[in-house]
């Protein structure tokens, strides 16, 4: 793994997150519901326990607490990788918040040399 000043500048942003984490395969995008959450890609539709969470990102805004996102990575059990973005605080939405709360398989990698 790279971790050389190029990688913890993908770090910073939340869409520069994104970028890296779309070079990675992390491509698709996935919305909250009430039954979950659901691939735009496919329109296929995962419960929690159908998903993994392989890492997640914290940005906070700087200027404005308002600001504040978590970028979580998610992979399906039919190999579906992407991303799922809710704010946090006052403005987090209530169908991811439940929906992560249920997740099992939630990892935070914190190895700076092995992160996604």
């Known amino acids: 793994m790279d971790t050389s000043t190029g990688e913890l500048d993908d770090m910073k ?3 520069s997150c994104i970028r890296m984490l779309e070079r990675k395969g992390f491509t698709v995008q996935f919305k909250a519901n009430n039954m979950g959450i ?4 496919t329109d296929k539709q995962f419960a929690p326990g159908q998903v993994r969470i392989l890492n997640f ?3 906070e805004g ?3 607490p308002d600001d504040n996102a978590i970028l979580y990575a998610i992979e ?3 190999g ?4 799922l973005i809710d704010a946090y605080g006052a403005y ?4 991811i918040t439940a929906f992560v709360k249920e997740v099992e398989a939630i990892e935070k990698k914190v190895d ?5």
């Open 38 to 41: 659901k691939s735009l890609a």
């Open 13 to 15: 942003t939340l869409s």
């Open 112 to 116: 700076k040399s092995k992160s996604l």
């Open 76 to 78: 399906t059990e039919d």
């Open 92 to 95: 987090d939405d209530a169908h």
């Open 62 to 64: 700087a200027s404005n």
């Open 80 to 83: 579906e990788r992407g991303t």
């Open 57 to 59: 990102y914290r940005f």
